[in-house]
């Protein structure tokens, strides 16, 4: 490159911009929505932001810290079931959720040590295995009566309205939090690390980034998600059954989401979670056949098409709504960007 | 009455063009010395041959037919056989294993287990040894003995003196000898210069991914392949 | 206590069955088949099917499923895992989970939730027992599953150490770039290493459906019981799958005495001690917290 040319890195394109104030505004309209919208579409748009919040942090940890994981309904279940303790044991509801939460991710740091240290099957299935484990002890806890589970009777306290009002607010403010929050860490310098990781791990180290507390941040913040994500879902269910929690049907779901939305792009896991929420739906009431689908799917997108919808979009238009990374422009001599 | 034919050859690794529309002709028993510095192009070009990089452009052609789309399991079976460099040896498998593999394309011919440690003598005692534990001269050795192995009309030798001991590299072509007169075509890469142009009856000079020099080891002087080897001669290449 | 330590070794053999398969594919192509277990309840439901449907007894069965399971593993990897191979570490994960559901759900649909069992179509055998020293009673088919087992391990040795197919494998399975230069053709060396892999599959689907109930899902769990025994034994190992089938058998014997739940709970937390017990013993402490020494 000679004297003659000169260049721009920029992090935002004028659509991103848009994009963002869009954001903005519908996050507003959905604060105020409770005024107008019933009863069951405001338990429908509280799942749809469960769902949003589960693609993203899966994204997070597969798309970004290169982490697939069988067995993120661990956090799911344990979040729910720290919900239900500390419920039982006189907390508010609603703290009770934020707290077991924190709980979880307290958990996770932990875990972190030894399961960072497997690599892909290993961690994915070890993972699951763990999933099975806490299934199992959670069991034991007389408190929830097995299979035949327990409920969120601390909600009773609340009358219906009031109940489905705070519920969603809680989400929907989990939701701009965690995406909120995922985004400023993913544009900061922790961010380009977990990138330079993605790209290649040894070359990343060799340069100094420090690989496994990366990792670590990314696993502990996808847990606290996920964990979070778990308590609202009790709070639309109401009832708690381990089975229903500790499923690996839940990381089916993440993986749809993620691989058909675009695994690695923010846009793409919120894209993802849309047309999730979309399909089951309409079709969740086909029964199996649904599921065939959804695991048919998931396979042709990982042979086929492993960018996911929104990967192919930024391949082709490079549109980038909400970015991460870094645009290089170049102006050529000739003047033409 | 060539055996081999590579017609304007070229050759990428990403972005990088490693060989620039190379064309040459080697006849049926001939033994060819391809030299060049490093990064000349000289490996992607035998790997080419061999199969094991598609080209851009450009067509190879073994015994006139055309094998440029033919997978490299495949050309083993027709009778071109790399001996890569670094060696390449499966090092969890015996010596006897890796030789035993070489077979696996199936032609027919006078080379097997024993004719191989005949001509190895030193090889022998290592027969079942894995072939991660061998020396340098042992590894290379048995990388030649394999593809010895599957009887090979056009056999392919990358820098096989590489990291070996002044020593070891003397036996190694004294064993190579017979193999050399005996009616094989042979493609050898080389970095001693010398020792090149004493076993081969031409020598081609790659330069940064084209033929800088071809021509009769026996018509051409020492120097003039020197001032290829480092392009001394050449016009300054335009910006 | 002797009576559930016997009983414990018998059901390593089983273990030690399916893992085979999943110990053989990871060995050769890094792969880890997480539709291992479906495929597995795939084929027990096939011999289901033909005992149910056409009165074939699911020994012969057998000769209809093996090859089969052969042919899917053909098709597996010509379809599904050379591309996934191709296309990066984390997509063999995530096409063999996709593959996994499919099947799964598939066969929910097509057989219903009933839990379904091969015993009533292999009659006594399902119950014969054999009295030892001590009044202890061990299952004919449990010994049966056990000797297979090791006949099948030790098969599995011999064809990769003397055959040259085998060796074709081993050496794609170290180097496929210079297998191609020495005249191996690669894919079909995958493509045999799978096929096998699916065969033992079936066998393990056979004695699942045999000693024991299955139903749609139970593939998740096979999978778990599979993984658990691999990599307690250390991957890779042929012998090592026995050994690490029969250390989980043990230790879920063991817990079943002290609780209901125990059985499960044993089982992984064994797992789970090994795995991390080898991870300390390679790097220790500081190891264990991933820091470099």
Not at chain 2, 157 to 184: F, W
Request: hydrophobic share 55%; with cysteine.
């Amino acid at each position: 490159m000679n004297a003659q040319t000169a260049f721009k890195v920029e992090r935002w394109t004028p659509a991103s911009r848009g994009a963002i104030g869009v954001v903005g505004l519908v996050a507003l309209v959905a604060a105020i929505a409770p005024l107008w919208l019933g009863p069951g579409a405001m338990d429908r748009l509280s799942i749809l932001f469960v769902y949003v919040i589960l693609a993203v942090m899966w994204n997070a940890l597969a798309g970004y810290a290169g982490l697939v994981s069988v067995g993120q309904q661990l956090f799911l279940g344990l979040g729910a079931y720290f919900t239900i303790k500390l419920a039982d044991w006189g907390v508010n509801p609603f703290v009770a959720m934020v707290l077991a939460a924190f709980i979880v991710a307290a958990i996770a740091v932990p875990l972190s040590f030894p399961m960072l240290r497997l690599r892909g099957g290993e961690f994915a299935i070890g993972m699951w295995v763990v999933a099975e484990l806490a299934h199992l002890l959670v069991n034991l806890d007389p408190l929830v009566r097995g299979e035949t589970g327990t409920s969120l009777i601390a909600l009773n306290a609340f009358d219906a309205p009031l109940r489905r009002n705070l519920i969603y607010w809680l989400a929907l403010v989990s939701l701009l939090a965690l995406l909120g929050g995922l985004f400023v860490l993913l544009r900061s310098r922790v961010g380009a690390a977990i990138q330079a990781i993605r790209d290649n791990e040894e070359a990343a180290a060799s340069v100094g980034v420090r690989v496994t507390s990366t990792k670590r941040l990314i696993f502990v913040l996808a847990a606290f998600g996920v964990a979070l994500a778990g308590a609202l879902w009790l709070a639309t269910a109401l009832t708690f059954q381990p089975k229903a929690f500790f499923s690996v049907q839940w990381t089916a779901y993440m993986i749809f989401m993620v691989l058909v939305g675009g695994i690695g792009t923010f846009e793409g896991a919120i894209i993802g979670a849309l047309i999730f929420f979309a399909i089951e739906t309409w079709f969740g009431a086909a029964g199996v056949w649904y599921l065939v689908g959804l695991g048919a799917t998931a396979l042709v997108f990982s042979l086929a098409l492993p960018r996911g919808i929104w990967g192919e979009i930024e391949r082709r238009t490079g549109l980038r709504l909400l970015p991460v990374g870094y645009r290089l422009q170049i102006k050529l001599p000739g003047g033409a960007p | 009455m060539s055996a081999l034919a590579v017609e304007k050859l070229d050759l990428h690794h990403g972005l990088l063009h490693a060989v620039r529309e190379v064309s040459l002709e080697v006849a049926r028993g001939e033994v060819v010395a391809l030299v060049g510095a490093n990064g000349a192009g000289k490996t992607t070009l035998l790997r080419a041959i061999a199969g094991a990089h598609r080209p851009s452009s450009g067509r190879i052609l073994f015994d006139w037919q055309d094998i440029t789309g033919a997978p490299a399991h495949r050309r083993v079976g027709m009778g071109i056989a790399l001996v890569p460099e670094g060696r390449r040896l499966f090092a969890s498998m015996s010596v006897e294993e890796n030789l035993l593999l070489g077979r696996m394309a199936g032609r027919s011919g006078p080379w097997n287990s024993e004719r191989v440690f005949q001509t190895f003598p030193n090889l022998a005692a290592r027969r079942q040894a894995k072939a991660g534990t061998l020396s340098g001269g042992e590894q290379q050795a048995t990388a030649i003995g394999r593809a010895l192995m599957s009887n090979p009309a056009l056999l392919l030798l990358d820098e096989v003196s590489l990291g070996l001991s002044p020593i070891a590299v003397d036996r190694l072509y004294e064993s190579l000898g017979e193999l050399m007169q005996s009616g094989t075509t042979i493609i050898l890469v080389e970095q001693d210069l010398g020792r090149a142009m004493r076993v081969a009856s031409r020598v081609i000079c790659l330069l940064e991914g084209r033929v800088a020099l071809e021509g009769a080891t026996a018509a051409l002087p020492r120097e003039k392949v020197t001032e290829a080897y480092f392009g001394l001669n050449r016009e300054a290449v335009p910006a | 206590m002797i009576n559930t330590l016997v009983q414990g070794v018998l059901l390593g053999g089983y273990y030690a069955l399916i893992a085979a398969g999943l110990s053989f594919m990871f060995s050769v192509m890094r792969i880890i088949n997480l539709a291992h277990g479906s495929l597995a309840v795939l084929a027990a439901y096939g011999l289901f099917a033909l005992a149910q449907y056409f009165g074939i007894s699911p020994f012969l069965g057998l000769l209809i499923v093996l090859p089969a399971m052969a042919v899917l593993g053909l098709l597996l990897q010509r379809l599904v895992l050379d591309r996934a191979m191709r296309a990066g570490p984390l997509v063999p994960i995530l096409a063999t989970f996709g593959l996994a559901i499919v099947i799964d759900n598939a066969l929910f649909e097509m057989f219903g939730a009933n839990t379904r069992s091969l015993g009533n179509f292999i009659g006594s055998l399902s119950y014969d027992s054999v009295e030892l020293p001590g009044r202890i009673f061990v299952g004919e088919l449990a010994i049966g599953t056990f000797v297979l087992a090791v006949l099948l391990l030790g098969g599995l040795q011999l064809f990769l150490s003397f055959t040259s197919y085998g060796r074709a494998i081993r050496a794609t399975a170290e180097d496929a770039d210079t297998a191609e230069l020495v005249g191996i053709n690669a894919r079909r060396a995958n493509a045999i290493a799978s096929a096998i892999a699916l065969v033992t599959v079936g066998l393990a689907g056979a004695a699942l459906g045999m000693r024991g109930t299955f139903d749609a899902y139970s593939g998740s769990a096979q999978l778990l019981f599979a993984f658990e025994a691999a990599v307690i034994g250390g991957a890779g190992s042929v012998w090592g799958t026995l050994l690490g089938g029969i250390v989980l058998a043990l230790a879920q014997s063991i817990g079943a005495t002290i609780s209901p739940l125990g059985f499960l709970i044993a089982g992984h937390g064994v797992f789970l001690v090994v795995l991390f017990a080898r991870i300390w013993l390679a790097g220790g402490v500081n190891g264990f917290l991933g820091r470099r020494a």
